[in-house]
């Protein structure tokens, strides 16, 4: 399908120095909305195709790196993209304008036929549709209880090791995880928007920059929502994942409020308030792993 489609034009030429292209797909997902989204950059460009699923797949051609693939995981590399580049975004509207992602859906594996990707690159169709995710798949829990494995841990920048350098205890009830890690996101949130900052867009874009390697944080899937201290999770995860990607969102969060001359004040005010959590919530937070990222998060010590 190209731009030219005769199908209706709802949007035209939006600029992306203007407009969100995150809060516009977010948008046009929860209306359940059936077409497509064309980006166009500088040596690149992006189809989105919306077919009223939360993942939609995303055909990409980077013409300076000489690579044209459809995947899941493209969406996360065109909105940073989009945030950093000029261009235009056109947004066609129609069944029509989807079928591209079901074109090759024919065989009796419900594999998709893909475009032909660069020599260097495993073909995607190869590949069935859950690998798009970028973290295995969790295995089946038992109410009550957290299991964790070598393989559910992604290794991103610096935070590789600290995943490494702890497995929750066997047995830990994943409410009391969640509920802890919502108190944890509120002490920071706290924190940092008392020095003025604005937590609920610099705790996104971390979650946005993460979602490649913690599919959970990503804000488009919904799969994890935060409101006023309380998290709530679509589904259960492996704990030592989860522990270790939302602990390097909000070290990042920090990270980015925590500079200059105030640097070490706002720290310390992330410490106190993390601090006052987890005297609340010291045997959650043992179990689960979190507290051993407590000083991770604030780049300073949590007394």
């Known amino acids: 399908m190209t731009s030219e489609s005769k199908s209706s034009v709802l949007y035209k030429n939006l600029d992306t120095s203007f407009?969100?292209?995150?809060?516009?797909?977010?948008?046009?997902?929860q209306r359940a909305f059936v077409g497509r989204v064309h980006v166009e950059l500088n040596d690149y460009t992006a189809d989105v195709f919306l077919t009223g699923s939360k993942t939609p797949l995303v055909h990409e051609v980077?013409?300076?790196n000489g690579t044209d693939v459809i995947e899941e995981s493209a969406l996360h590399r065109l909105v940073l993209r989009a945030r950093e580049s000029p261009g235009?975004?056109?947004?066609?509207?129609?069944a029509d304008e989807a079928v591209a992602v079901q074109s090759g859906a024919a065989d009796a594996k419900g594999e998709v036929a893909l475009p032909a990707t660069s020599s260097n690159e495993t073909p995607q169709s190869e590949m069935p549709l859950?690998?798009?995710?970028g973290e295995p798949a969790a295995q089946p829990l038992k109410a009550g209880v957290a299991t964790s494995t070598e393989d559910t841990t992604i290794s991103v920048d610096a935070s590789a090791s600290r995943a490494e350098a702890f497995q929750p205890e066997e047995r830990v009830d994943w409410g009391d995880v969640v509920k802890a890690s919502g108190e944890l996101i509120g002490a920071v949130e706290r924190a940092l928007?008392?020095?003025?900052a604005d937590f609920a867009s610099l705790f996104?874009?971390?979650r946005l920059d993460l979602a490649d390697d913690?599919?959970?944080?990503d804000p488009i899937s919904e799969r994890f929502q935060y409101s006023n201290s309380m998290v709530t999770?679509?589904?259960?995860?492996?704990?030592?994942?989860?522990?270790?990607g939302l602990s390097e969102a909000l070290r990042r969060v920090v990270d980015k409020v925590a500079t200059g001359d105030r640097a070490r004040r706002v720290r310390e005010r992330v410490a106190l308030d993390l601090a006052l959590v987890a005297r609340r919530r010291d045997e959650v937070l043992q179990r689960s792993g979190f507290r051993e990222q407590l000083d991770w998060i604030a780049g300073t010590k949590v007394q």
């Open 204 to 206: 996104r874009a971390a």
């Open 193 to 196: 928007t008392g020095t003025g």
């Open 62 to 64: 980077d013409r300076a």
């Open 214 to 217: 913690y599919t959970f944080l």
């Open 88 to 94: 235009s975004i056109t947004v066609f509207e129609g």
């Open 233 to 244: 999770v679509t589904d259960e995860l492996p704990v030592n994942s989860y522990v270790t």
């Open 19 to 29: 407009v969100n292209l995150w809060a516009l797909l977010r948008h046009l997902s």
């Open 130 to 133: 859950s690998a798009y995710d």
